[in-house]
């Protein structure tokens, strides 16, 4: 399982991928803060798992437009968005996208172990 995460924190993107290795210790885990790096990784690595921030700095909807761009790459990614923000201020977007979960910050690793129990897309 390849798994990129995406966060322009430098902490968050720690956290994230400490948690992320720990509920998928065997899993190949790429983590960077740009949506055009993380895209080439995808490109270049595979991408099973994709978690992303909503807001990733340049617009509220960054992190819902670079998705869609990782879909058009990886059609089969799940994706599951890491934010702040609430449900509800993007449900119909993130809904649409038929993303695999959506984890609210600050998450414990036990909500990711859900999320990834769930994914949409199985990954071999």
Known sequence: MTILCVDRSLLGLMDLKHKVKAVRPN?????????????????????????TEI????????????????????????????????????????IQMRVSGFVRKPFKQQQLEEEFSKLRYAVK
């Open 55 to 94: 807001d990733l700095g340049g617009s509220q909807r960054e992190g819902l437009d670079f998705a869609l761009r990782m879909q058009a790459i990886h059609p089969a990614v799940n994706i599951i968005f890491v934010t702040t923000f609430e449900e509800s201020d993007f449900a119909r977007d993130v």
């Open 27 to 51: 899993a190949v885990v790429y983590g960077c803060r740009e949506p055009d790096k993380a895209l080439s990784i995808a490109k270049s690595e595979g991408c099973d798992v994709l978690l």
